[in-house]
């Protein structure tokens, strides 16, 4: 004879109730086995993917600092032989970006935020840098000493006083950040500079201005709490390695 299934048995199966007899009282059963094997297999599957989720979660670490150190990365461009070498005074940037002594942050996987800080004068760093970067191109750069002002520089011009550069560069720092963002599987790096550089010729009174907008975006699979610092310190180089004080 063969085995009815009433209404009942039917809506609780459909339900997703994990004992069920589809074959009554004589049945096999073989039905309710299948039903229930099912069942385990999808919670098995589900307690599988917690240790992946714990671990993946373990590995971004809620809210913490680490300090970066910008320095100068990199072989300067190859330029033409210029003519007689020329005395640069470079002054410390105005650092007009609202963030202050904060230079990035990374966003985990599951929302966590990091932050990244330095904890020296960002536009003297990215003076020094510049400095580095034309002392290497052949240019006689220095750092202008604390207490003097480009003012007082163009007034000693013409041998009007001791200091006596054949250029003088100021600058503003609008933007220098680098924001990461880790997905699953890799992590994405948006390092971002805006510098507004200003070359002056004591001798003549001249300026030129330059606007130096740089970005380096790389992606990297392994993040380490150096990446931040490796982006800034890339695009900040590139961008010095643009300035020519002609």
């Not at 240790?51 to 970066?68: I, K, S």
């Not at 210029?82 to 005074?89: D, N, S, Y």
């Amino acid at each position: 004879a063969t085995s009815k299934i009433d209404g009942d048995t039917l809506l609780r199966w459909l339900r997703g109730d994990k004992v069920v007899r589809l074959f009554g009282d004589k049945g096999d059963g073989i039905g309710s086995v299948r039903f229930r094997e099912r069942g385990r297999f999808l919670s098995l599957g589900a307690l599988l993917l917690v240790p992946f989720f714990l671990l993946v979660a373990g590995c971004a670490t809620p809210g913490e600092r680490f300090p970066v150190s910008l320095s100068y990365e990199g072989e300067p461009p190859l330029l033409p032989e210029q003519g007689p070498v020329e005395k640069v005074l470079v002054f410390p940037f105005q650092d007009q970006r609202s963030e202050g002594g904060t230079l990035g942050r990374r966003t985990h996987f599951f929302g966590q935020v990091d932050t990244f800080e330095s904890d020296v004068s960002i536009g003297k760093k990215a003076a020094e840098l510049l400095v580095t970067s034309l002392r290497q191109r052949g240019w006689e750069a220095s750092l202008a000493p604390e207490g003097v002002t480009p003012h007082d520089v163009m007034k000693s011009a013409g041998g009007r006083g001791s200091i006596r550069p054949d250029r003088v560069v100021t600058g503003t720092i609008q933007t220098l950040w680098a924001e990461a963002v880790s997905h699953l599987g890799y992590t994405e790096i948006d390092a971002h500079l805006l510098l507004n550089v200003e070359v002056f010729d004591p001798n003549t009174g001249g300026k030129t201005t330059l606007k130096i907008d740089n970005q380096n975006v790389p992606k990297v699979v392994f993040f380490r709490s150096d990446s931040i610092q490796e982006a800034l310190n890339g695009v900040l180089s590139e961008g010095v390695n643009r300035v020519r004080p002609e």
